[in-house]
T-cell receptor, first 113, second 115 residues
Framework: QQQVKQSPQSLIVQKGGISIINCAYE??????FPWYQQFPGKGPALLIA?????SEKKEGRFTISFNKSAKQFSLHIMDSQPGDSATYFC????????????FGTGTKLQVIP | EAGVAQSPRYKIIEKRQSVAFWCNPI?????LYWYQQILGQGPKLLIQ????????DSQLPKDRFSAERLKGVDSTLKIQPAKLEDSAVYLC?????????????FGPGTRLTVL
């Protein structure tokens, strides 16, 4: 019940295209859904996050879409750039008590010129 | 603001040897996390400290792994004895506080190879 399932495992997108990464969860106690970006040799860094009281959040070229009834959420990267090439992790946590974050398995994105 | 510092960055050991990793969180951050990231997988929480107290160590293999956070600042993670399956990147993260949706800041990690 603590799992966060992420797909696809890898993704190749042309420069200027839209990258879409999907995640699904089962634990209805999750109430915070961050996305992390990780470059080789670096630790993950928070990219964008959403709470389930909204269906969409946009920050620049990055948008999270959230479907509470389906227990699914996705990351859209508009106008993808080669500099976006990285591994992306979705995550989920419940913020009651202490925050324990459960990560997805990651999506390796490659944006080709 | 300085980020989360970790050392060493790389470590190669033989199985059954011991190893220790060090983490210095961002100044003022009360919460510290140790994660294990196996190649091709997402980070898995090993242990979480709130100041110098443990709030979650449910996924820490306590027969071989130990961690401490003395004085609520720096932390060390130790593996003794190491197994081949411990080969992974060990990430330290910190956040200002816990109990809310607080941003975790990750260090660069220590890549451990067990031969």
């Amino acid at each position: 019940q603590q799992q966060v399932k992420q797909s696809p495992q890898s993704l190749i997108v042309q420069k200027g295209g839209i990258s879409i990464i999907n995640c699904a969860y089962e634990n209805t106690a999750f109430d915070y859904f961050p996305w992390y970006q990780q470059f080789p040799g670096k630790g993950p860094a928070l990219l964008i996050a959403i709470r389930p009281d909204v269906s969409e959040k946009k920050e620049g070229r990055f948008t999270i879409s959230f479907n509470k009834s389906a227990k699914q959420f996705s990351l859209h990267i508009m106008d993808s750039q080669p500099g976006d090439s990285a591994t992306y992790f979705c995550a989920a946590s419940s913020t009651g008590g202490y925050q324990k974050v459960t990560f997805g398995t990651g999506t390796k994105l490659q944006v080709i010129p | 603001e300085a980020g989360v510092a970790q050392s060493p960055r790389y470590k190669i050991i033989e199985k059954r040897q011991s190893v220790a990793f060090w983490c210095n969180p961002i100044s003022g951050h009360a919460t510290l996390y140790w994660y294990q990231q196996i190649l091709g997988q997402g980070p898995k929480l090993l242990i979480q400290f709130q100041n110098n107290g443990v709030v979650d160590d449910s996924q820490l293999p306590k027969d071989r792994f130990s961690a401490e956070r003395l004085k609520g600042v720096d932390s060390t993670l130790k593996i003794q004895p190491a197994k081949l399956e411990d080969s992974a990147v060990y990430l330290c993260a910190s956040s200002l506080r816990t109990g809310i949706a607080d941003t975790q800041y990750f260090g660069p990690g220590t890549r451990l190879t067990v031969l």
